[in-house]
């Protein structure tokens, strides 16, 4: 069984930076596809970043060149790092587990239970 647990979020101003962290299972990196996702209020979840087992990055066209997906395999943690933030960034970030590369949240086998990131103007 994965279990994955967010950490990191909370309330920071436009233009300031936010590293989200996700605790998974033993194993659980090594074996499958890591990604964010975030959901907006009133929002479908839509897909932030993808990290591939061999390392290879995907971004969402709105955070690329801004968030930055890396892992920790030594501590079995999933990290997001958000520079620049902007206000449309506002939303509940979660972490996911996939047995196959996807930016679908359909595809997704597991999820964290969330971390709510404000971002205020």
């Known amino acids: 069984q994965v279990q994955l647990v967010e950490s990191g979020g909370g309330l920071v101003q436009v233009g300031d930076s936010l590293r989200l962290s996700c605790g998974a299972s033993?194993?659980?990196?090594?074996?499958?596809?890591m990604s964010w996702f975030r959901q907006a209020p009133g929002k479908e979840r839509e897909f932030v970043a993808v990290?591939?087992?061999?390392?290879?990055?995907t971004y969402a066209d709105g955070v690329r060149g801004r968030f930055t997906i890396s892992r920790d395999d030594a501590k079995n943690t999933l990290h997001l790092q958000m520079d620049s933030l902007e206000s449309e960034d506002t939303a509940t970030y979660y972490c996911?587990?996939?047995?196959?590369?996807?930016?679908?949240?359909?595809?997704?086998?597991?999820w964290g239970q969330g971390t709510q990131v404000t971002v205020s103007s």
């Open positions: 033993e194993r659980t990196m090594s074996a499958y596809y």
């Open positions: 990290l591939g087992l061999t390392g290879g990055q």
């Open positions: 996911a587990a996939s047995k196959t590369w996807t930016v679908r949240s359909k595809d997704i086998e597991y």
